[in-house]
Every structure is written in structure tokens, then in C-alpha cells.
């Protein structure tokens, strides 16, 4: 599968919560940081789907690049969302690290910035 298929199928599994695919997508030793600088593993990142859920999901702005087996994907989220029972709207830069593996694409890392309100 190319890496512009996986990242559909990430974005589709994070809008529609479908953590089993996310949980395939994903490595064993992945690592997120939120954008106050929060770190979250696998585990917890899965798990945040139990108080959080995407309404909509928008990715605009979209930089690919490959350094060998290693892509670096920036770009831009714009989304509603729910978290804990409140509505929130988010705009967000994205920067992940995806690895080519024996079994596919997995990501590695994620990093999200608040964009500041239009």
C-alpha cells in the first residue's frame, strides 16, 4: 500500500474512531506531543478515543518528504471535535514520521501546533 493510501486510511480511522486500524497503523514504540508540549504512547493515544471523537476532519496543505524508508508528513487539521463531552474547533500543523517496514507503513511520531485563530 503507498503511503498516500495509508495516510487516507489514518485519516478515516481517526475520524471514525476505528482504533483497531489505528492501532495497526501505529508503532509499538510510537510517541505523540500535544500542543502544550503534552507526550502521549501508543496506549494512551488509543485510549484518548474513549473522551475524545472527531465531528469533522479536514487536512489541507499537505508536505511529503522521503529520506530512505522514513517519510516526514507535515500538514495542516482543521476539525470539530468533541473531547469530555465539549465541542471544540481546532486548527492544528501536523508533523509525523512514518517508517516502511516489513509489514507496511507505520507511524512513528506525531507532533501537533495550535494555529492561532483566523
Same mark, same amino acid.
Given at each position: 500500500?503507498?503511503?498516500?493510501? #495509508? ?13 483497531? %486500524? ?16 503534552? #507526550? ?32 516526514? %508528513? ?7 471535535? #468533541? ?24 507511524? %512513528? ?10
Amino acid at each position: 500500500m503507498s503511503l498516500s493510501d #495509508v495516510l487516507a486510511a489514518f485519516d478515516d480511522a481517526e475520524l471514525h474512531a476505528r482504533v483497531d %486500524v489505528l492501532d495497526r497503523l501505529l508503532a509499538d514504540d510510537f510517541r505523540s506531543i500535544g500542543e502544550r508540549g503534552y #507526550v502521549l504512547d501508543k496506549a494512551a493515544w488509543l485510549a484518548r478515543f474513549e473522551d475524545f471523537r472527531y465531528l469533522s476532519l479536514e487536512i489541507s496543505d499537505a508536505d511529503v518528504r522521503f529520506y530512505g524508508g522514513t517519510a516526514i %508528513v507535515r500538514r495542516v487539521q482543521h476539525s470539530e471535535a #468533541v473531547w469530555q463531552g465539549r465541542a471544540m474547533s481546532l486548527g492544528t500543523r501536523v508533523s509525523q514520521v512514518w517508517i516502511d517496514a516489513d509489514d507496511g507503513w507505520h507511524l %512513528v511520531a506525531v507532533q501537533f501546533s495550535s494555529l492561532p485563530d483566523p
